[in-house]
């Protein structure tokens, strides 16, 4: 398209409604797949620290015992 001036101008494109449903679409998309992300680094740090803590548990819960049967052979021999 030319104007009066002899400056081509172009035509306006047309918007369908589609394009604005597409963009809405991509964005909701990329949203969702950034929290996605986000949230299977966040279960695999709670994974790794679950981890930490029956490990940890373990070692009290032996360490409980342990202590639990020294003072049963304490009181049963008459010490302390």
């Not at 449903?21 to 991509?26: I, K, S």
């Not at 990329?30 to 490990?55: G, I, N, P, V």
Request: aromatic residues 2%; hydrophobic residues 35%; proline residues 2%.
């Amino acid at each position: 398209m030319t104007t009066t001036a002899g400056v081509r101008e172009e035509a306006p494109t047309e918007r369908t409604p589609d394009d604005g449903c597409r963009q809405l679409v991509a964005g909701r998309l990329e949203a969702l797949r950034a929290e996605y992300d986000k949230s299977q680094t966040m279960l695999a740090e709670l994974e790794r620290q679950e981890a930490f803590l029956r490990e940890r548990l373990l070692m009290l819960r032996g360490a409980v015992q342990a202590l639990e049967d020294l003072r049963g052979e304490l009181e049963g021999s008459g010490v302390g």
